[in-house]
């Protein structure tokens, strides 16, 4: 017996099958309403990681689609609100994913978020962001500067963190080099 899928069930469906269209098509990966940043592979979180042009329209794509604003082809048509509003996501993914990049090279523990599907990320943003963005990832004891993250005050964690990122971007630079 066919299953029986409610209206807005069926619309977002049909939008993760957009968003990820593209995806598919360059990154050779299965993805779908399930899929958070821990199934995606290495090399396609780090060739999304380094946040050039070319990753960007894939975020953008996948954003504009869940939200019904059109594809990621179309964001310079974008009004300067919806332009505003698919750039705050993008950044906010971008944070998510170089965050995920950051634990597979065992550099943390944790990271706010990590348990929510893309998707959800996207779909949920308004409800999700604000808390997710006022926690900070948790640097592994592993980590070399380990002892110094935990010997500063918690305003300046974030930073520390952030200060990671171009060393993360270096790393990473030859992992999505033939995508």
């Known amino acids: ?5 409610d209206l807005q069930e069926g619309r977002l469906l049909l939008a993760v099958k ?5 995806w598919t098509s360059q990154f050779k990966e299965n993805f779908g309403l399930d899929t958070r940043l821990c199934h995606i592979s290495f090399k396609t979180l780090t060739y999304l990681a380094q946040g050039r042009d070319k990753g960007a329209f894939y975020l953008y794509d996948l954003i504009m689609s869940l939200k019904g604003l059109g594809s990621g082809f179309e964001f310079n048509e974008l009004d300067p609100k919806s332009k505003m509003a698919v750039m705050d996501l993008h950044l906010f993914l971008l944070d998510r994913i170089r ?5 597979r090279l065992g550099w943390l523990d944790s990271y706010p978020g990590e348990e929510f599907t893309l998707v959800e990320l996207i779909t949920q ?4 962001a604000p808390g997710l963005q006022a926690k900070i990832p948790l640097l592994s ?3 070399p500067d380990y002892k110094e993250f935990s010997s500063i005050n918690t305003f300046d964690k974030e930073g520390f963190i952030r200060k990671l990122i ?5 790393e990473i630079e030859g992992y999505s080099d033939t995508l």
């Open 1 to 5: 017996m066919p299953r029986v899928i």
């Open 18 to 22: 957009r968003g990820y269209r593209n």
């Open 99 to 103: 965050f995920e990049c950051m634990k």
């Open 125 to 128: 943003f308004n409800r999700l």
């Open 141 to 143: 004891q592993d980590h």
């Open 166 to 170: 171009p060393r993360l971007i270096k």
